[in-house]
Nanobody, 128 residues
Framework: QVQLVESGGGLVQAGGSLRLSCVAS????????MAWFREAPGKERVFVAA????????YYTDSAKGRFTISRDNAKNTVYLQMNSLKPEDAALYYC?????????????????????WGRGTQVAVSS
């Protein structure tokens, strides 16, 4: 069983930055594909960014490109999401997700159905 715990959310002014962290328990982190999704009030959960198990392939949703950076530190069992130039529309509950950790690349890293484990989320609020 894998547990994911997100942190780093908060209230920031538009144009500001936050760094989200997700710490994973268990032995499979280094073999896990990881991702961040977000869910705004009244909207569905949507993909933000993903990094494959080896760290050499990264995906971003179009709105995150050039502003957000996903990274991982296998020694710390942690995946990060650095968010710069935040906009009010980035406000949401941000979730960390992991697959089962079998060291293979996902067919659709942007699809929520590909991920088995989810954290409880960390809230990001952006004031205009």
């Amino acid at each position: 069983q894998v547990q994911l715990v997100e942190s780093g959310g908060g209230l920031v002014q538009a144009g500001g930055s936050l760094r989200l962290s997700c710490v994973a328990s268990g032995r499979t982190f280094s073999g896990s594909n990881m991702a961040w999704f977000r869910e705004a009030p009244g909207k569905e959960r949507v993909f933000v960014a993903a990094i494959n198990w080896s760290g050499n392939t990264i995906y971003y949703t179009d709105s995150a490109k050039g502003r957000f950076t996903i990274s991982r530190d296998n020694a710390k069992n942690t995946v990060y999401l650095q968010m710069n130039s935040l906009k009010p529309e980035d406000a949401a509950l941000y979730y960390c997700a992991a697959d089962v950790g079998l060291r293979y690349d996902l067919r659709d890293p942007t699809g929520a159905y590909e991920y088995t484990y989810w954290g409880r989320g960390t809230q990001v609020a952006v004031s205009s």
